[in-house]
């Protein structure tokens, strides 16, 4: 599916960015991931072509961002921190948790698309620790118990 | 100094405790935008004078005076060229156990924006970018939505502001790279010299100020210097805002006179959790040494800490009581650092992993004498600044050289089985 003339309407727009198209590129690529949940490799080329960039310039901002997904991921993407905080506080055990119930380790999506789970640190939720951000609007969740994580996945997130 | 008033909360006062933000209407029933239009009236020097006066050093790590960096940056028509000059707002935060920022950009926006008006002014700087990391969206949110309510209220004058939404790593917060980051390169670090104020954002004079030393602007502006300075119990100016995690009962954000002690912050926080003993901490997020139950009632600033051997960075602590394993601790942060190398330099990409390798390897309980000794040298090579491109790697060390400093007997018996905690455990 190519972008919809919509948002290659607001790339060309963020092209005019006062940096110029370079500049834009993270931006293209943020919102491109925004309404398709990733980047693939159609839409890259496509947003290269869009902003007038190279496509491996495009593609190598895309490829250091831990955030820019090449992949598909899930509705709900779980952002679990492992920083030290977090694992003080049992952050190894809610991951264990997490990872049995939904079968998937970090960096992989469950068979039927609902989540994706990632390790990140630190989410700046010490003070919730262990904590993880959720969602499109990175909600910040915690603490966390192994117990809990049945619930939390019922409540949808 | 001795007319604090333990209630006088400059910087978070004003917050929610559900931190929803404020509009610009409820922000300036609070007092919001009065400091702003007191520096609009004094020209940029008596700002950078008035932020001198009042000791303000960066909370960003390294606590660099702020006027002091402000002074680097050219008047306008003094630098070569034509071109807008920068004031580049750092909200990266990434730091492993630094919780800080999130709450003034969430919380506080119009605090922030406020700061940042006022730092523009005293810098020259035509245009102003705040850099928030993805996993703050709500905080992305917040300051877009002040920023939109002040330029409709005519609060931004000629300043053009923006914010910069980034997406993940932790190098973009060290200001070269971040200045990259905001050209649409991988952030890599850049050589200094240049400094920023003499090429930073496409070659223009830039500065770069965190979130917190932002917020704290408006305060020195409305409070007076002397006052301002005199929040401290020490001779660096202001309030902090502390934070507070790890083993303690209840881990939160502290904001208390700059100087405040371990012992206090601890304490408001509970105590120590697990066995309610304290082993050790760091002062200042994940790349900074350990202190011990001697450094209790330290004054915790950047000089007294430097001083004891460590460094405040954040000046957010990470407790560790005695059931806690330091190097689990450790092991845990190199996993990170060695994760985020921008992988420029050979020691940081080939070293961090590595060690990180090494550590993974006591925990088990898999690794050899040579190992140990391979990661006390890497400790003693990589650590010094200077022997990487930027301080990431340095940042690295810190924890692990003052581990195996201060805890050599524990990385000793932990070649024989594994973790002696988790075996208790
Ligand atoms: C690897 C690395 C990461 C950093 N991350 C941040 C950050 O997230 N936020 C920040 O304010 N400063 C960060 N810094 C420090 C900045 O380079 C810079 O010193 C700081 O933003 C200056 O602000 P200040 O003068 O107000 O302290 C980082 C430094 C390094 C080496
Ligand atoms: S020290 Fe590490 S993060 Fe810094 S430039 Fe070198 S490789 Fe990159
Ligand atoms: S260490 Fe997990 S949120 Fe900070």
Redesign the pocket.
Known sequence: MSLSPDLLARIRDASAHHGGPRAAMLEALRMIQQEHGWVSDAHLAEAAQTLGVGLAEIESLATFYSLIFRQPVGETVILLCDGVSCWLNGAEEVRDALMARLGIGFGQTTADGKYTLINIACVGGCDRAPAAVVGRDRRLVGPLSPEGVAELLEGGL | MTDFKPNTLPLTGRARADRRPHSLAEWQALGGYSAVEAALKLSPAEVVAQVAAARLN???????P?AQ?WRFMPEPGQSPGTGPSYLIV?G????PGAFKDRLLLEALPHQVLEGAIIAAHATHATEAIVLIRDAYRPGIAAMEQAIQEARAAGLLGALSIRVHPSAGR??V???TALIEALEGNRAMPRKRPPFPAASGLWGRPTT????E?ISLVPHVISMGPEAFSGLSWTDEGGTKLYGVSGRVKRPQLIEAPMGTTARELIERCGGVSGNGRLLTFQPGGGATGFLGPEHLDLPLDFGHVARAGSMFGTGTLIVLDETACPIGAVARHMRFYARESCGWCTPCREGLPWASRILDALEAGTASAADLDALRMIAAEAGPRGRAF???MG?AMAPLASALARFGDRFEAHLTGGCPQRRLA
């Open positions: 960066g909370r960003g790590g390294a606590g660099f702020a960096k750092n990266d935060e990434m730091e932790y190098i917060g060290e200001e770069v100020n965190n979130v030393t930027c301080d990431l940042g």
